[in-house]
């Protein structure tokens, strides 16, 4: 039900936003419209969206353990130089 209110606000406030040639047009129409705009907008779904943010995660922990290795090593290579 929240939807279809939300929805229907959308598209008066859209409709009043846009010049009276396109909000003059059928609501069937508008809509086919509207539409065709979004999908020119290159916008991602949610399910791409979140599946995108757990690469990044897993990216971000692997380079975090990565960045950690690195510092062990170069305290062991300064503590080998250190000790001769």
Known sequence: MLF??????LFNE???????????????EFRALLESLLRKMNLVSRDEFD??????QRTR???????????????SLAQDKNAS
Do not use: C
């Open 51 to 56: 599946a995108q943010q757990a690469v990044l």
């Open 14 to 28: 859209l409709r009043q936003a846009v010049p009276s040639s396109v909000s003059d047009l059928p609501e069937q």
């Open 61 to 75: 922990s692997k380079l975090e353990a990565l960045e950690q290795e690195l510092a062990q090593l170069q305290e």
């Open 4 to 9: 279809s209110q939300l929805s229907q606000t």
